[in-house]
């Protein structure tokens, strides 16, 4: 069989790119007994043009689409393109945008069938099944139109020996270029790789608090399900082997694990550690401050790793408590100073804005990164599918689904208010956040105790980044860039590294002004908007 595999694009934040790991692993499957081209929009290797080309010419018998909630915007888009150009292809969607939202996201996009979360062991049985002439029907992790109603199978079990998946289908994206660009390391030649998946916690926002709810579960997929989303690890020898293909084929010298949670496992801390300082690879990974020690911080930073991604969130007790993040602030803190001690830098991941913030929890924030010596540099608590929070909250909230998608998609909505979660008004709650960041910035770059300079200087910054706000992209990087410089002078070694979002500014810079996928999908999202598919702005009920 013939498959055509779409990775949409995100409109909003060109500067993300990266080789998408869960796609990669289901093409992987795929390719074991079918062909499959790819197009890359997301990476910026294709367009619209070679979307309509490959569907008009191509006779596929699949179109595989994959992405995060701000894609499902393109997924729409191929599925639209799909329908006019080559009507026989079955389409199918995955990944955490769509996975728990069958109806919803089947219904938006016009897809044929959807993946419910997990499932590469059923992708070739699912393909088997489009070529037996019954599409979808009896495959455990698939939802699919059926006539004129939505039949949703049951889940498909959970991948347990993750060695077995074997190599993601690398090769069908262009590593060359990815690797190389800021947004996958500052100056690395880096890649994402899996070596866990699962975490045993369920913060409120998170995909986790979906996963590891049996409640929720039953809920979203129906029938029998497992019951969490349980921790599991890929042997040291199938990562090494994984590296050492890497170098070799890509000269890749840097590795950021996608891992959800690095921390929590001890002993996987010391192993991971002492397999890789011989590969000579350096590394990033995520993990939680709370359970960030000395020990396993000393271990990491010996064994390659150039930063931790801690999911802080908050500095204050109460949030973390309403985030159900399971976390003690003094416990954060020792993590925070230990790395400090240590010398590994990380990477200092806020929230503002969750249901419950107020003004006195913001404070709370700034003074923890105050007495921290830390930037407050944080993204709008946001409503994604796959996430406790959205399921309780959507039908109040969305009021239009092509609004949503449309909106997300556009948008870099760590800095760009979605929805107001809190009871602040939405002025303030920006104003708040403004004042924050600009309190820490003075704070770092004056001192801690300089309080009085600092409450001099604050409004002024504040108008600043109200202005930066407002001004045309490129100025607004500009002022992140001078947060940035800020963060980078900071010793000692253990700096707060800047985000992700900060360090991809020449990226854009570069490919400013170029014509591809991007301004097409703007110019079409735009047209949508006129066109009434996806107009602006978002209502929202309270
Ligand atoms: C690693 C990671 C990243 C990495 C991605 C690395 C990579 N190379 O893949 C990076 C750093 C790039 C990243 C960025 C972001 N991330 Co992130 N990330 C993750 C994390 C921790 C793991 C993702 C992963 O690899 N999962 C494991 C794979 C195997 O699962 P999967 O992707 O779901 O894929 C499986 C199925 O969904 C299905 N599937 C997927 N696609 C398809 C397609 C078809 C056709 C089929 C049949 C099946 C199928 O099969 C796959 C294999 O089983 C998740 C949390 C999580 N548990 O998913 C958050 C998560 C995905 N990220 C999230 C967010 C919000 C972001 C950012 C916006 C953060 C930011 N402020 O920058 C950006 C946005 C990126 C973008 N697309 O625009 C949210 C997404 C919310 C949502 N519902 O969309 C998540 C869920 C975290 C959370 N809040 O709970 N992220
Ligand atoms: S610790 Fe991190 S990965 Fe785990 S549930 Fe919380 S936010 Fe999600």
């Known amino acids: 069989m013939k498959i055509l595999a779409v990775h949409p694009p995100y409109p909003g934040a060109p500067a993300i790119q990266y080789v998408p790991l869960g796609f990669s692993l289901v093409l992987a499957q795929a390719r074991q007994q079918h062909d499959v081209t790819l197009l890359d929009l997301l990476n910026r290797s294709a367009t619209w043009k070679d979307v ?21 915007w393109g997924m729409r888009e191929v599925t639209r393109r799909a329908r006019t150009l080559s009507a026989r292809t079955k389409v199918v969607i995955g990944g955490v945008g769509v996975s728990d939202i069958p109806q919803i996201a089947l219904d938006y996009t016009g897809a044929d ?6 499932c590469e062991l059923e992708i070739l049985p699912m393909l088997a099944s489009i070529d037996a002439g019954a599409p979808f029907e009896g495959v455990n992790g698939f939802a699919f139109r059926h006539g004129d109603h939505i039949v949703r199978n049951p889940k498909a079990a959970l991948v347990h020996d993750l060695d077995a998946l074997g190599l993601p289908a690398y090769d069908l994206f262009d590593v060359e270029g990815i690797s190389r660009r800021a947004y996958n390391g500052w100056g690395y030649r880096s890649m994402y790789m899996e070596s ?3 975490c045993p916690f369920r913060c409120d926002f998170c995909i986790n608090s979906v996963l590891n709810d049996p ?10 399900t497992e019951r969490n989303s349980t921790l599991r690890l890929r042997s040291v020898a199938s990562l090494t082997t994984e590296i050492r293909h890497l170098q070799e084929r890509w000269g890749i010298h840097d590795i950021v ?3 959800e949670e690095f921390m929590t496992q001890k002993q996987r801390v010391f192993e991971m550690s ?30 390659g790793c150039r930063g931790v991604l801690f999911g802080i969130e908050t500095g204050s007790q109460t949030m973390m408590n309403l985030m159900v993040k399971s976390a003690k602030k003094e416990r954060v803190v020792a993590g925070v100073t230990a790395a400090r001690d240590v010398g590994l830098g990380f990477i200092a991941n806020f929230m503002i804005g969750h249901p419950g913030e107020t003004r006195e929890t913001i404070q709370e924030s700034v003074d923890f990164c105050r007495e921290m010596d830390l930037v407050y540099l944080p993204a709008y608590t946001t409503l994604f599918p796959n996430s406790r929070m959205f399921h309780e909250r959507k039908d109040t909230l969305v009021k239009d689904w092509a609004e949503y998608f449309g909106t997300l998609s556009k948008i870099q909505f760590a800095s760009n208010l979605l929805f107001n979660l809190t009871d602040l008004p939405d002025a303030e709650l920006k104003r708040l956040r403004n004042r924050a ?33 407002h001004l045309p992209a490129r100025m607004s990087f500009l002022l992140r860039n001078i947060v940035r410089a800020i963060l980078d002078l900071h010793k000692p070694a253990a700096r707060q590294i800047p985000p992700y979002e900060l360090a991809a500014r020449d990226e854009l810079a570069a490919r400013d002004g170029e014509s591809d996928g991007y301004e097409e999908s703007l110019r079409i999202l735009t047209q949508d908007e006129t066109e009434g598919a996806a107009s602006a702005p978002l209502t929202f009920h309270r």
């Open 257 to 259: 694990f996608s891992d």
């Open 52 to 72: 309509d080309r490959e569907l008009e010419t191509g006779d596929y018998d699949a179109c595989f689409i994959s992405g995060f909630a701000m894609q499902v």
């Open 274 to 303: 002492e397999a890789l300082k011989p590969l000579g690879v350096t590394w990033l990974t995520s993990g939680r401050a709370d359970w960030a020690t000395r020990d396993k911080l000393q271990a990491m930073k010996d064994g």
């Open 215 to 224: 409640k929720m579960q039953s809920q979203i997929y129906g029938g029998s």
């Open 196 to 198: 866990s998946r699962g």
């Open 437 to 469: 960041i600009a309190q820490t910035i003075g704070f770092k770059v004056l001192g801690a105790n300089r309080s009085r300079l600092v409450k001099a200087l604050t409004p002024v910054l504040t108008a600043a980044l109200w202005t930066a706000e």
């Open 113 to 118: 069938a959807l993946a419910l979360g997990e």
